[in-house]
């Protein structure tokens, strides 16, 4: 099971009932569990299984549940767009991915988002208990001097664009890195001392080592952390260990991804594709096959249509 390219994966997953016994193998390890009342031991169908509890009674698949529930694609595709998805490390488009597959590019960005919620970290652990972090926050959007008139801030009303629209502001990221470790993402209404601090006590133990720039919003570090700060006003980048060329390399990966390969991303859906890049960056040690199946054992989050584009 050491797939190590995309093809070797298809020619195993050749037929239907492969990937099933194997999805089954990942979920279940040979003792399926009933996603309805959590009852063991159920009646094997033609189709699936139905549950043994008489209070329950009701039939499912080892799709129910999961990101693959309702959903008439075959799991050999799944598996192709999760491998595609996980595996290319500035993302890969709903048009490219349904060029690849075969599909409309209305359900490989369905299949996109739906790999993403699996993506999110279940159990997220604290930052910087044994190593050093950096901190800082990225701005997604077009710069004002490439605008178009129209499209720039007005004078007259900052709150307005030149065309009379409402003046949309960049899209602010907060991250945290781990050197040699992991990254914590989050989207933030604006940069304020509030919305950064929160996330770094949130996800960095007290006493931590943790280094940012000399943005006033980091000042409130020094009570709880060692805090240091790199002076890039006077173009002062490294000085010994202090510096944030870890998440600056970062935010070259992200920002490339978002703007060459999906080139615009919503406010709404923006959480989700960093949830996708942090899972990517976080799991870069492991083999593809091994991320590949450390992945789908975390597949159990079920999202629909209507829950995704915000229908109630």
Known sequence: MDFKSLPQLLDHFKEEKTCIEYYENIRWAGKPVCPH???EHPYVTTRGYKCSNNECYKKFTVKVGTI??????SLRTWFAAIWRCTNHKKGISSVQLSLDLGITQKTAWFVLHRVREMLKDKSPRMLGEYGMVEAD???IGQREQTKHYSKRRSDENPSLRNDGSPYVEK???VGIIER??????KHVPNATKKNMVALIEKHVPKGAKIYTDESKVYKSLKKHYTHETVKHALSIYV???VHTNTIEN???VLKRGLVGVYHQVSEK???RYLDEFSARFNTRDITTSDRFQNFLKESESYLSHKRLIGVK
């Open 37 to 39: 009342c959590d009852a």
């Open 171 to 173: 899209k602010v990221i």
């Open 137 to 139: 926050e990225a701005y």
């Open 250 to 252: 970062f935010w070259s």
């Open 180 to 185: 040699n470790g992991k990254v914590v993402l």
């Open 239 to 241: 000085a010994g260990d």
């Open 68 to 73: 693959f529930e309702n959903s008439k694609i």
């Open 269 to 271: 859906h923006l959480e």
